[in-house]
């Protein structure tokens, strides 16, 4: 079983910037993918950003160029830098991660909030 523990949420001004980190308590390095996807009130979850073993990433259209993803195997950590923050990034974002046994864990989610 792997645990993940999201940190980095916070309320933010539009055009802000915040971290998000995401620490796993086993080794990233095995794992097949891990990423962010983020869930705003009466809207679905949606995939933000995800990055594959080899280290290749996905972005939901809505975030490229504003977001990136990025891991650190030593620390067993994933970040999400978000920049240029709008209040339609407002929602709780999940870090998830899948095995090479298509198993799927989460992460209890952290609050990021844009508003003036």
């Known amino acids: 079983q792997v645990q993940l523990v999201e940190s980095g949420g916070d309320l933010v001004q539009p055009g802000g910037s915040l971290r998000l980190s995401c620490a796993a308590s086993a080794s990233i390095s095995v794992l097949k993918t891990m990423g962010w996807y983020r869930q705003a009130p009466g809207k679905d979850r949606e995939l933000v950003a995800q990055i594959y073993s080899g280290h290749s990433t996905t972005y939901a259209d809505s975030v490229k160029g504003r977001f990136t993803i990025s891991r650190d195997n030593a620390k067993n950590t994933i970040y999400l830098q978000m920049n240029s923050l709008n209040v339609e990034d407002t929602a709780v974002y999940y870090c998830?991660?899948?095995?090479?046994?298509?198993?799927?864990?989460w992460g209890q989610g952290t609050q990021v909030t844009v508003s003036s």
């Open positions: 998830r991660t899948t095995t090479w046994r298509s198993l799927t864990y």
